[in-house]
């Protein structure tokens, strides 16, 4: 970041020394202020101050442009690993779920296998034994 705002010193410092020797506001060829030869092109003042205003507008805007860029690219490996994360606890988290359901079903079937073996043992002791005259009759 220090590189950044180094670099966009810089260039607004430059900017604004060119811009002062197109305007006027200092002289090329001996360094004082006001013009001492009439420039070869001559604009209104406030159109120059408008376009200077314009321009440097645009340099520190491309600057915070550029530096929100650096900052992005460095931040992305960053959030990457976060959603990595992230997405290995919501993982964790739906598998210990679905592994409890699945060992209550488990269970559940345990015990439904256990009563059809007891009926079933029930069912083979009675044809074996026959079935109880009283039974039928009525008390």
Do not use: C, H
């Amino acid at each position: 970041m220090r590189a950044i705002s180094y670099i966009s010193v810089l260039l607004i410092g430059a900017l604004s020394v060119y811009l002062l020797f197109a305007v006027g506001a200092l002289d090329g060829v001996d360094g004082k202020p006001g013009p001492y030869a009439e420039p070869e092109l001559s604009l209104p003042t406030y159109l120059s101050f408008i376009s200077v205003m314009l321009t440097t507008v645009t340099v520190v805007l491309a600057a915070v442009a550029i530096g929100i860029g650096i900052v992005a690219f460095y931040t992305y490996g960053g959030l990457k690993d976060e959603a990595k994360a992230i997405a290995r606890t919501n993982a964790e988290a739906i598998a210990k779920s679905v592994s409890s359901e699945a060992l209550a079903e488990v269970k559940i079937r345990q015990m439904v296998f256990e009563l059809y073996a007891k009926a079933e043992k029930d069912r083979q002791q009675q044809e074996e034994w026959g079935e109880d005259p009283d039974a039928n009759q009525d008390r």
